[in-house]
């Protein structure tokens, strides 16, 4: 695979030079000084950290502003939130300074390490499931040798046997008895095939999950996408070991932010309103209230669907109160989102 390349033009003296990419399509090399117009599988992997001395940062705030012209606190926080994307697909993120630094979930960029549905978990939930499914043919099979051998002592008891009508009545038992046996064996033996092949399956995909990670694990630049659509890229600063968070960061622009309330300015049953993107609905919110604190979580009951993972959770003001990271169904099938508390969050990271 050919990446793509960046060269420096030579310009006049007291001109800024500009970043040139080269990128090949269809055989023929083209120029192009438009990140964006690089194909997928050839954009380098730096980021905008090399911008020159003295050059002025892209105020992207400005921008976005002017673009949307958000009507209250709930839109100008969308202008803030980002499209995170990866190589095993995508989750959201909100910038929280205003040169670059963003937050998203540890797991949306380290699959890895997604909390109540990780692959992790989800495999051994399939290893318990072939276990009980394993012991459950090797229980049919301890049936089927016991009727085996109480068959073929029955035979032989028949065999010890003169004609007569009771003989014929214990042999049409017999063949009813033989032919349930031969349904079962049929049974067992077709179960034993599923079971190889589900063993098989599960392996396999046991071995992706590992590749799949290992490479996330390397993956150190990601694209983010913000409200206009444009194409920025991102690398990982920190992540924490404690919580589902991780920080990322672009380098070269003022970015629109996100800030937390006063401290305990929230209270249950506050409107909030979660922002992110799923099934690739760029900048979708959900809204409810607080529904209680657990531990260094906010619970609401505004839906936090796949893809909004890594979103922010805001007042009606816009203040982020928290990092939306999974959900819960409760007894009754009623979902109930939980978001790390902004203040842990803050806390929790050294780098901002």
Request: charged letters at 20%; aromatic letters at 8%; glycine letters at 8%.
């Amino acid at each position: 695979m050919l990446v793509g390349c960046c060269v420096a033009v030579c310009l006049s003296p007291g001109t800024v030079p500009a970043a040139v990419y080269k990128y090949k399509k269809d055989g023929v090399w083209h120029f192009t000084d438009d990140p964006a117009a690089l194909p997928a599988d050839q954009r380098p992997e730096t980021t905008a950290a090399d911008l020159p001395s003295g050059s002025t940062a892209d105020d992207l705030n400005a921008r976005l502003t002017a673009a949307f012209s958000p009507k209250n606190g709930v839109e100008a926080a969308t202008l803030a939130t980002v499209w995170v994307e990866t190589a095993f697909g995508y989750g959201s993120g909100f910038f929280v300074t205003a040169d670059g630094y963003l937050i998203t979930n540890k797991h949306v960029i380290r699959p890895a390490s997604s909390p109540g549905n990780t692959p992790g978990r989800a495999t051994a939930v399939q290893a318990e499931a072939l276990e009980r499914h394993t012991a459950q043919i090797e229980n049919q099979a301890k049936r089927l040798q016991t009727a085996r051998k109480e068959l073929d002592d029955f035979r032989r008891y028949l065999d010890s046997q003169p004609d007569s009508a009771s003989r014929q009545y214990n042999e049409a038992r017999y063949a009813q008895a033989l032919q349930r046996y031969q349904a079962g064996r049929q049974s067992l033996d077709a179960a034993r095939k599923k079971l190889s092949a589900q063993h098989a399956a599960f392996e396999a995909a046991r071995l992706q999950q590992r590749v799949d990670a290992g490479i996330a694990a390397l993956n150190q630049n990601f694209t983010i996408h913000l409200a206009d659509n444009t194409p920025l890229y991102a690398y990982v600063v920190e992540i924490s070991d404690t919580y589902d968070i991780a920080l990322l960061k672009v380098d070269g622009y003022i970015t629109p932010f996100l800030s937390p309330p006063r401290p305990f300015a929230v209270a249950q049953g506050e409107p909030v309103y979660a922002i992110g993107n799923p099934v690739q609905l760029r900048n979708s919110v959900t809204s409810g209230v607080i529904s209680g604190f657990e531990g260094p979580f906010v619970k609401t009951n505004a839906q936090i669907y796949p893809g909004n993972s890594g979103g922010p959770l805001v007042t009606a003001r816009g203040h982020v109160v928290g990092i939306n990271t999974f959900k819960r169904l409760t007894h009754k099938f009623e979902g109930l989102g939980f978001a790390v508390s902004i203040q842990v969050v803050l806390e929790d990271l050294d780098s901002i």
